[in-house]
């Protein structure tokens, strides 16, 4: 898919920030009835640890005591970026599009992570033939290039999904979440920048630079201004599609350092509006346990990943569809004839 | 299931530790030519983390460079102990009987973990009705009880499972697994005990004592000994299935304290005998973490679980399953035509 349509409730960036000014909350009267249901389940309590709090979390935003896991849907937006050129990857900027057709084939990582837990698998190619201007000497996006990669996140979300994956692809797009998160929260270039996909000593030091540079062009007033100057298509895309979500209520799980950037643009926006996400898992590259800690999201895996692709954020789907069945169907003490104490 | 037959090629302890000093290894070739594919695979090198590992250990047992798992299998061996009566457990031991009878009924935890990641599971009870010997006052078991329990975890094994699962049920088998724990790798009773499903300050008293009484009341020459005078039916179970599926090639994935005291038994036989055996996750009972330390095993998740039923072993085994895929079903960098470096 390119170019996707139109459709999106907004316009305009401006129209954006109206609509993640006002975020539904959790049902809470779902999640209270799913918190007293754990408290009779036929368990010690709680003896299922981490799994007893993530299907109370899914269950507020399902507005059930039973929550369930039947349609995850997986979304990766792939974009490409003006600094590709000044040698940010080890990767050449041709490499995105053919990560998108190796997708499509059904040939990588994202595909079989999809297959094997059951889940939808959408990838939205972003003007891959139109890269974001190089961020050290003009905004990386217009207005209207921000505006159309919100709204092809916002439409790529089904709003029969249960819960949602956003993962990413795009060859230099860890600088760009580097320059967002130091935007964001401070700090010095060093403390965002990682290998990526596997950066050499120089090629970091022309990250850092590279990050050094934009943060020195751009004075960016707002958040979104931030994402619209320093980001990609890519990223602003998981952005629309994670507050798409939210207007669902479907609960979302966060991949990885580029996605928790994308991100933490909302929750900088907005405070309390990454409450339907969960980090599903940190990374590799050292920014992204950062960038949780900030957040305040404890990850639920921790294997040394560092593809994105949505890859993390896949895995985890089964732990929260293991945690929704136990929490769904398991007995309770009244129907199983179990001493409680 | 109960009173399982017998058919195991051992019929004494002796027997059993004959087998334990034969132990096949991983098949070289496979996991060579596994390593090989895996440098091949379109991503950036070692961008899948712990899930590559995974997958190559995985094909060393299954021999071949593409492994795959279709058929896991999880076991739950219950048995009942004669130091329940001391009060070591916040639970009374009729709730092993009421337990199995919920997995049987297929309301329990560990039923909804199997068919979420497409396990068979099997119940194996083991005399409920007969508990071990309270172990402060002679021996959990005579030599007779240990190897009709050794066979009982030999035969429960598939033949056809690709990856095993061991889990357990026992009121009091924390205090069991504890002593077993303290006999095989010395310290005090206080770095073994944890509150189990739940024991107050004084359960927890109650058991450090019972551990210490245990283990000056048998001075045991071997780790099957340990097992036979400190453990429990289950316990022995689970490390007659471990040792089946080391012969069998299945690997495993271990649960949690218990679990892995009873694995630590033929680690303490043979070294290299859980060489088939992963972690599947750290729970919150204290003595797990160190156990999983001593055995050198890195768990592959921390959920805070404390509930055993093989819940954290089956949770991981939708980890795996994706790691293999991932491994086996991904395009090569010759198939795709996407840039390497």
Redesign the interface.
């Known amino acids: 898919m390119t170019n996707p349509p139109s459709g999106a409730p907004f316009s305009t960036p401006d129209g954006f920030a109206t609509l993640m000014a006002a975020l539904p909350g959790p049902d809470l009267a779902g999640r209270a009835a799913a918190q007293a249901r754990d408290s009779v389940l036929?368990?010690?309590?709680?003896?299922?640890?981490?799994?007893e709090t993530l299907a109370i979390w899914v269950a507020g935003w399902q507005g059930t005591a039973r929550p369930r896991i039947t349609a995850p849907q997986i979304i990766v937006f792939a974009g490409n970026h003006g600094i590709a050129a000044r040698g940010v990857s080890?990767?050449?900027a041709?490499?995105t599009a053919?990560?998108v057709?190796?997708f499509m084939?059904g040939?990588?990582?994202i595909?079989?992570?999809a297959?094997?837990?059951g889940a939808k698998l959408d990838i939205v190619a972003l003007d891959l033939d139109r890269p974001t201007t190089d961020f050290t000497t003009g905004p990386a996006m217009t207005d209207h290039d921000l505006t159309r990669a919100l709204a092809a996140g916002w439409q790529a979300v089904d709003p029969a999904a249960d819960l949602l994956v956003v993962g990413e692809m795009g060859i230099a797009n860890s600088t760009s979440a580097a320059a967002l998160a130091c935007a964001l929260y401070g700090g010095t270039p060093e403390d965002w920048i990682g290998r990526g996909?596997?950066v050499d000593d120089h090629g970091l030091q022309r990250k850092a630079e590279t990050v050094r540079l934009g943060l020195a062009r751009h004075q960016c007033a707002t958040p979104l201004e931030a994402l619209r100057c320093l980001g990609g298509r890519e990223l602003a895309a998981m952005a629309g599609a994670i507050a798409r979500a939210r207007h669902l209520s479907v609960p979302v799980i966060l991949d990885g350092f580029i996605c928790t950037a994308a991100a933490a643009v909302l929750d900088a926006m907005t405070p309390g509006a990454l409450d339907h996400c969960l980090a599903g898992h940190v990374s590799?590259e050292p920014g992204h346990a950062r960038l949780l800690e900030k957040l305040g999201k404890a990850p639920?895996?921790?294997?040394?990943?560092?593809?994105g692709e949505g890859?993390g954020g896949?895995?985890a789907i089964?732990?929260v569809?293991?945690a929704t069945?136990?929490h769904s169907?398991?007995?309770t003490f009244a129907?199983?004839?179990?001493?409680d104490?």
């Open positions: 036929t368990k010690p309590r709680g003896a299922l640890g981490r799994l080890a990767f050449p041709a490499v053919q990560m057709a190796k084939a040939g990588a990582a595909n079989q992570l297959a094997s837990t996909t596997g590799q639920l895996l921790a294997l040394d990943l560092r593809l890859s896949a895995l089964s732990i569809k293991a069945a136990c169907d398991m007995a129907e199983a004839g179990v001493a104490v």
